[in-house]
């Protein structure tokens, strides 16, 4: 009796199957190794920060495929997107994809003051950044920071 061609083709499919879902998966010691706030297009007389001004969050992981990362700002005075959208909306356990070893967030300060922004993906925590933030106009894809 011979095996039709797909059954000849089964063994060696699921297989495959195994080892890229095997291979794909993140490991469970998993790491950010460091948190980077990029100030964009604000101009100020120094690398500046306005309240209402949109920014990008970098968190680096240790490997280019990792669980997802979350964001929190310990002020607690900003929003992240998409995590808070999502949040409140579909998933209260939303994190930001890694792609590449990077995972990303756009951060909005809604007050001034001193913002620690940490990036972790266990309960043992993160890297932070501490960034200073002022008053501040968006305009466009920029943002003008008062003194």
Known sequence: MTLSRPARYLPFVAALCVAVTVGWAPSAAADVVDVTVVPGLSSGPTTSYGVGCTYLVVARTSAPVEAGVSFVDYNLASTFFPADVIWNTVNPYYV?????????????????????????????????????????????PGCIVAP
């Open 96 to 140: 930001s994809p890694v792609m590449l070893g990077h995972a990303f967030s756009l951060w909005t300060p809604t007050a001034p003051g001193e913002h620690t922004l940490m990036a972790y993906q266990t309960s043992a925590g993160g890297p932070t950044a501490t960034v200073t933030v002022n008053p501040g106009v968006p305009i466009g």
